[in-house]
């Protein structure tokens, strides 16, 4: 009872600062770039960002397309599980709705990468789809709590890259980052109610950690991709490692937590996977590193 009664607070606690920070993705798009590709037909050159920073954003809305997938899993995961977190899913796809809506019209009206690739690609994602895997739904908010944080740092170091190039794209990213900070804050919250009712949990927590890849690892050339944007803004194995998995460990006490026997050796394969990705952001740094060594190349949390 006091756990459901926790994610029911929780579940309260995010309509109220969603209310607070609504927006709606057509007040933010500059508009007044618009042009007809019928009568001027889209070129190289065109559009406000570097090549390198269009990949970024073009990653970004790839992965955000991808919600129909997301949700999907979602509701299966959780369709036996408290009420507030079946409500939560819904509330969590109104808002994550407006973010591949507004990507995808911004790179239109801003001519910023090629508009008919883009389409190909968007085709081939949604074919492709995308499947949450996870032992229960225990595993998956553990996985979705590094996905939400990851995605608003990300946004947070492209809004940075991209201020002086195009600071309307900017305003967009920092906008989405907000809505990913409350969708971290509920998952991160949960999580941390489910260890304190059962803290043998944290054997999962230190097993799913360190299988932890970003959605979208499936779209074409994601390496490429994500050394592109760890080379040109500044997210790579570093920022993961400082700014998502070690507050996320910490928010959950995942080192000082009294744990059984059982979780003992899960939590020392964590803390090898940890010390590994601290020694290829010291040799390697955010200019160089590829980036899904930490967040795409290994498994998905086993089911």
Same mark, same amino acid.
């Given at each position: 009872? =006091? ?10 606690? /995010?309509?109220?600062?969603?209310? @607070? ?16 590709? =019928?009568?001027?037909?889209? *070129? ?18 790839? #992965? ?10 979602? =509701? ?9 977190? =079946? ?20 790179? *239109? ?17 949604? #074919? ?16 979705? #709590? ?14 940075? *890259? ?20 409350? /969708? ?8 941390? *109610? ?62 000082? @937590? ?14 090898? /996977? ?23 190349? #290994? ?5």
């Amino acid at each position: 009872m =006091k756990l459901s009664a926790t994610l029911d607070d929780l579940y309260q606690r /995010h309509l109220t600062q969603t209310q @607070r920070g609504n927006w709606s993705y057509q007040s933010l798009l500059p508009w007044e770039r618009g042009k007809s590709f =019928k009568t001027l037909p889209w *070129a190289e050159g065109q559009g406000s960002l570097t090549p390198e920073l269009t990949v970024a954003v073009e990653t970004a809305f790839l #992965t955000e397309i991808n919600l129909p997938w997301f949700t999907a899993g979602l =509701k299966a995961l959780f369709e036996t599980g408290p009420l507030a977190l =079946k409500e939560f899913v819904k509330v969590w796809t109104a808002e994550e709705d407006q973010h591949s809506r507004i990507l995808d019209v911004y790179l *239109a009206l801003s001519r910023n990468g090629d508009p008919d690739r883009r389409a190909m690609l968007r085709k081939q994602v949604l #074919t492709d789809g995308y499947e949450i895997d996870g032992n229960g739904g225990f595993a998956v908010m553990v996985y979705t #709590t590094l996905q939400e944080l990851a995605t608003r740092v990300f946004y947070q170091h492209v809004a940075k *890259a991209v201020d002086v190039l195009d600071p309307v794209l900017a305003l967009i990213l920092r906008t989405i980052a907000k809505d990913e900070t409350l /969708h971290f804050a509920f998952y991160r919250d949960a999580v941390r *109610a489910y260890l304190d009712d059962d803290p043998t949990r944290i054997a999962m927590v230190c097993e799913v950690v360190p299988r932890f890849r970003m959605p979208g690892s499936e779209m074409p050339d994601f390496p490429s991709r994500m050394r592109i944007i760890a080379q040109n803004s500044g997210y790579g194995v570093g920022a993961y490692l400082n700014a998502v998995m070690d507050p996320v460990l910490r928010s959950w006490d995942v080192w000082e @937590r009294d744990v059984p026997t059982a979780a003992l050796a899960p939590r020392q394969a964590l803390l090898a /996977h940890r010390a590994r990705l601290g020694r290829i952001a010291d040799r390697v740094g955010e200019k160089e590193h590829p980036a899904q060594t930490a967040m795409s190349s #290994t498994s998905r949390p086993s089911r």
